[in-house]
């Protein structure tokens, strides 16, 4: 048996790759275009490794995903693949309808055709799981309860928007076609491999080069935060024991106001590594706001909990912990990941 994972070589998909193979010996086919949050450093620990199967490719490109199914006859896609950055899909949403809709439409189209091929018990247990985003949702008051899976979708940025499109022509392609999906909507993930231009990696490398951290408006923006590798086991178990064409949300029960995240970022560096020139909060800048920006996510896990028994395993306390201290052994990653694109985008976003 095999596994098609898209996207395997960004920030989530090489995590899962990782914490996969480190509990199974079932192969991974990983099709990932390496776009600038791709990156094969972050699987280097598989180098010779026959489980893994890197094929450097386009999800759209549906020749090409037609082959890799007819070769590897994966039992389930796994699809991480996207254009993942929210400041990003505002300068130009263009590449987010492209890998978000029509990438995820090709892949529909090419696992239709396989799982039609497909008889029997082969048929049944064959999957196409949906990686997906609680900011589909919208944008939560401080009263309101936090998303179910009942919600409505309000996606508010061209980010979310493509992957609220995504997600319901995943439900479309079962409801009319049959094929058995299953979706699930994250909120916002950290941990080691995580490209720094999201939140907490980019206050992590810029505070050790003494360079300012830049908190959107107020900072008061609220985010429901999970560690990494426990996204990683919430889709295994999605994976294994969810049931066809449901939905299912994950989070941490961790919802902190972004200036909180910095802070604590900041005392976990003063403490680890401090700096001669005082505390790293005195590099704290706010700046203009994000258009359209989100005031708050948060997610109600209680049905994967409920249904799958999956609740996450570490606390913010100890995943931000682990998370500061694997940038700060992994200062060459960082260093190589800082190449000329990375430098363009924060001279485009931040250079105002
Ligand atoms: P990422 O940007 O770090 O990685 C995306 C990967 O997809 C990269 O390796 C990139 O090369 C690849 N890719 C992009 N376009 C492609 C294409 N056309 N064909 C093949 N590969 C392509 O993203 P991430 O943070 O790892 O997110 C992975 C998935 O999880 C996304 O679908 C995202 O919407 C979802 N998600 C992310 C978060 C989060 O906090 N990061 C939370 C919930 C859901
Ligand atoms: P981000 O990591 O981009 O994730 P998302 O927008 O998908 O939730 O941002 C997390 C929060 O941090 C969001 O409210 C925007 C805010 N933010 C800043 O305040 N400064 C920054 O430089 C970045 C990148 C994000």
């Known amino acids: 048996m095999t596994i098609l994972v898209t996207g395997g070589a960004g920030f989530i998909g090489s995590n899962f790759v990782l914490d996969w193979l480190a509990q199974s010996d079932e192969p991974i086919v990983n099709l990932d275009v390496l776009s600038y949050a791709g990156n094969l450093e972050n699987l280097a620990a598989l180098d010779g490794d026959a489980r893994h199967v890197f094929v450097k490719g386009d999800i759209c490109d ?157 900072g008061r923006q609220i985010r429901d935060w999970l560690y990494v590798t426990d996204h990683c086991s919430a889709i295994r178990a999605v994976l294994e024991r969810g049931r066809v064409g449901e939905t299912y949300n994950i989070g941490g029960w961790n919802e902190k106001a972004n200036i909180e995240i910095v802070q604590t970022v900041c005392a976990l560096l003063d403490r680890l590594r401090p700096s001669t020139d005082g505390p790293y909060s005195r590099l704290v800048t706010h700046v203009t706001d994000r258009p359209g920006h989100d005031r708050r996510y948060a997610i109600d896990a209680r049905k994967i909990e409920r249904e799958l028994g999956w609740r996450p ?34 001279g485009q976003q931040y250079g105002r």
């Open 62 to 218: 549906r020749a090409l995903v037609d082959r890799l199914l007819v070769e590897h006859r994966p039992r389930a896609i796994v699809h991480f693949a996207a254009e993942s950055h929210v400041d990003r899909s505002i300068h130009g949403p263009g590449a987010f309808v492209r890998t978000n809709v029509e990438g995820t439409f090709v892949l529909l189209e090419a696992a239709r055709a396989h799982w039609s091929t497909l008889d029997g018990d082969a048929k049944a247990r064959w999957r196409f799981h949906h990686v997906s985003t609680d900011e589909v949702y919208g944008s939560l008051k401080a009263e309101d309860p936090p998303f179910a899976e009942t919600n409505a979708y309000e996606p508010n940025s061209p980010y979310s928007a493509s992957k609220a499109a995504s997600d319901h022509l995943v439900r479309a392609w079962h409801h009319t076609y049959g094929l058995p999906v299953v979706t699930t909507n994250c909120s916002n993930n950290y941990g080691p491999w995580h490209f720094p231009e999201k939140l907490i990696p980019l206050m992590i490398v810029n505070a050790l080069a003494g360079k300012p951290l830049p908190v959107y408006g107020d």
């Open 313 to 346: 395993a570490e606390t913010f306390e100890t995943g931000i912990a682990k998370t500061v201290q694997w940038y700060l052994d992994h200062p060459d990653w960082v260093a190589r990941v800082q190449s000329g694109a990375y430098r363009e985008w924060i």
